[in-house]
């Protein structure tokens, strides 16, 4: 009898005993995926999966590391610091040629926060033109026609095909317009409130402090209402070639947890909304409260269920079909190389389609929050 319970014991200790989870193999030994995290509300589903630990339920251990922006973490991914990133397509255009393995896998989002901010008695809103032209139109160009001779302080890299675009639209060149880079959105505000610069666009975090926190210096002067089809913007997260085909189940499972995270922000919101709200105020330099956030996301953000992602992000028939964003903005950029299209390095639509072949991850996403 003694020897059986020290036999047991000895199985139990060498671990060789049924695995209760997705991985048999001990935390420290599963497979390690180090993704950098830049800080916008877009890409928060990271910090909720490991405060919940979905990456150890699913076998993973993800190990995240924060960056100010997109061009930074193209820049770690390409000398191999970091595995996964969170980017979007247009924000990967510039970074193309010099790092032609970069590939977007997974749309976690529609991103509708573009936004232009001017200073206060300095120009007028797209409202205010409404009101005097009674033309949505002709409000809309006249809005846009207050950029001309202007300079924005902005972190060029992201932005400058939106501008461009915009500006298209209405008959006016990049010439017109003078944009002061910086190295970050934040950087880019804060000199804004120094005084530089007429107009800004920017990341969510910065945007929602000049309008809400310094609403007697800035104003809104549009979003949707003005950015016509350069408003259509997706958020994706990226890797490299090589890193997918040798870890197609990781990546399917980051897919999973990014869908699992947009169940919970329609259905559950109360149970996630604390956790982004402290990474954001820890990692991006803007304090935001419970109600901005509420507003944020009700506002700026589209979280869908992949059902939801099947009808309007992936369907060529539907005005919100991730390719029109692609194409648009591919179009108008002087980076991409020549013949290039905005599929090459965009798989997201096949990978999308992997995911719906997964039966046990979508078990796993749809399983009670």
């Excluded at 009101?131 to 924005?152: N, V, Y």
């Excluded at 666009?201 to 350069?230: T, Y």
């Excluded at 589209?302 to 992000?313: C, H, L, M, V």
Aim: hydrophobic fraction near 40%.
């Amino acid at each position: 009898m003694k020897k059986a319970l020290v036999a047991m014991l000895v199985v139990l200790l060498l671990g060789v005993a049924a695995p209760l989870s997705w991985s048999s193999e001990k935390e420290e030994e599963l497979p390690k995926v180090k993704v950098a995290l830049i800080p916008f509300f877009d890409y928060q589903f990271w910090s909720v999966a490991e405060e919940f630990e979905w990456d150890t339920e699913l076998g993973l251990d993800v190990d995240i590391t924060w960056l100010t922006q997109s061009g930074p973490s193209v820049q770690a991914l390409a000398n191999g610091s970091v595995d996964v990133i969170n980017t979007c397509i247009v924000c990967n255009y510039p970074y193309y040629e010099s790092v032609p393995e970069l590939v977007s896998f997974l749309t976690v989002n529609q991103f509708k926060g573009f936004v232009i901010i001017g200073r206060l008695g300095q120009s007028k809103t797209y409202w205010e033109f409404l009101d005097e032209l009674g033309d949505p139109d002709a409000a809309r160009r006249a809005t846009l026609l207050q950029l001309k001779g202007k300079s924005f302080p902005m972190y060029t890299a992201n932005y400058t095909a939106v501008i461009k675009g915009l500006l298209e639209d209405v008959g006016l060149e990049m010439d017109d317009v003078t944009l002061i880079n910086f190295p970050d959105d934040e950087k880019a505000a804060i000199a804004m409130l120094g005084g530089t610069g007429d107009f800004y666009m920017g990341g969510l975090p910065s945007e929602i402090n000049l309008i809400m926190n310094h609403s007697d210096e800035f104003q809104l002067l549009g979003g949707a209402e003005i950015m016509g089809s350069a408003g259509l913007w997706h958020s994706h997260v990226a890797s490299t070639t090589e890193w997918l085909e040798d870890n197609e189940d990781a990546a399917l499972k980051i897919t999973a947890m990014s869908y699992r995270y947009n169940r919970y922000i329609n259905e559950a919101p109360d149970k996630v909304f604390p956790i982004v709200v402290e990474a954001m105020n820890s990692h991006s330099g803007v304090a935001t409260d419970a109600e901005e956030i509420i507003f944020i996301f009700e506002t700026f953000l589209q979280f869908r269920n992949y059902e939801d992602e099947k009808r309007d992000t992936y369907d060529p028939n539907s005005p919100l079909y991730w390719k029109k964003s692609a194409d648009y903005f591919l179009e108008r950029s002087e980076d991409m190389p020549a013949g290039a299209k905005s599929t090459d390095k965009n798989p997201v639509e096949e990978w999308f389609n992997k995911f719906l072949d997964r039966k046990d991850l979508l078990e796993w996403v749809d399983s009670p929050l």
